[in-house]
């Protein structure tokens, strides 16, 4: 009984299913290779949003069909078979902002859907892979990563260390930080790692992040 029932339930909630958008968008800040992630834009970087109508599970052909973009209520852009925009971020990492699409005069009604689009900050992260914060041996080796700025390439960015304040010798790759201390260090001695990311660039994009790693043979 059950296994027959399933098809016609399943049938009669897309007999009702009205019309919908679906409206998605992509940003290209830059992120390291592999992340698998929610690109996510900062401020003034360009974002893609695309959007699709769905009547009765299918897909309606919008080509003949005017479509209308609007950020935060503003008019953005719209025309005949606009499914596709490219605009700007605002101004405002660290807020969000409202994206709408609108396809009028649709047969079952005016359609619109409207989504939020966080404004990330650019960030730095320190990719130390110990165990809460604790090391055992020497050498250590952390790694920085840029996420969210605007550039193409890893060229692009100055990355600054910092070990307990004082700033280490010069590395061949300065992305990554090999720590050498000495098999004479209290067990419970911590080390304070700072990192600052900035976007050559653009001087107004960087990002800095602070961590403690414990000795703990």
Avoid: H
Avoid at 19 to 38: C, H, M
């Amino acid at each position: 009984m059950l296994v027959g029932a399933l098809p016609r339930s399943f049938g009669q909630s897309a007999s009702v299913t009205g019309p919908r958008i679906l409206l998605t968008w992509k940003s290209n800040t830059y992120v390291p290779e592999g992340f698998s992630g929610k690109i996510m834009p900062t401020s003034n970087s360009p974002i893609t949003a695309s959007v699709e109508l769905i009547d009765g599970g299918k897909i309606i052909d919008l080509s003949r069909k005017n479509i209308y973009w609007y950020q935060d209520n503003n008019f953005l852009a719209g025309g005949i078979g606009m499914q596709r925009v490219t605009f700007r971020a605002p101004d405002l990492a660290g807020g969000t902002m409202d994206l709408r699409a609108e396809v009028p005069n649709y047969s079952k009604g005016n359609q619109l859907k409207t989504v939020q689009i966080p404004i990330s900050k650019p960030e730095a992260v320190i990719e130390a892979p110990f165990p809460y914060g604790n090391f055992s041996s020497s050498p250590i080796k952390l790694v920085g990563q840029p996420y969210f700025f605007n550039a193409d390439s890893v060229s692009q960015f100055n990355f600054a260390w910092s070990i307990n304040g004082q700033k280490p010798s010069g590395a061949e790759n300065p992305q990554t930080l090999n720590i050498k201390f000495s098999p004479t260090m209290p067990q419970g001695s911590t080390l304070s790692v700072s990192l600052s990311i900035q976007n050559t660039t653009n001087q107004y994009e960087s990002g800095v992040e602070n961590i403690n790693l414990i000795y703990a043979p």
